[in-house]
């Protein structure tokens, strides 16, 4: 950009700025909802659980199936598939 554009859209500076935050905003975001690793902890600690005697079977399948299903679900994103 030259020194006359830049000029010229100087007043546009404060939106740029709140555009860039914002967008460094999402990606953290996204970086953080698409990490496999708390989902992968809470399986270990359900199969603790379940081990322990703290919670049933059943309990244990319906969790289990839900967090496999956002692993598979993470794994997609990260092969930028859609499920």
């Given at each position: 950009m030259g020194l006359l554009s830049q000029l010229a859209?100087?007043?546009l500076a404060p939106v740029r700025g709140v555009a860039w935050v914002m967008q460094r905003t999402l990606d953290a975001?996204?970086?953080?909802?698409y990490d496999p690793e708390p989902v992968e902890r809470e399986l270990a600690e359900l199969e603790r659980a379940l081990l322990a005697g703290e919670i049933s079977e059943e309990v244990f399948d319906r969790r289990e199936d839900e967090l496999l299903d956002r692993l598979d679900e993470i794994r997609a994103h990260a092969q930028g598939t859609d499920i």
């Open positions: 859209t100087l007043p975001a996204e970086q953080e909802y």
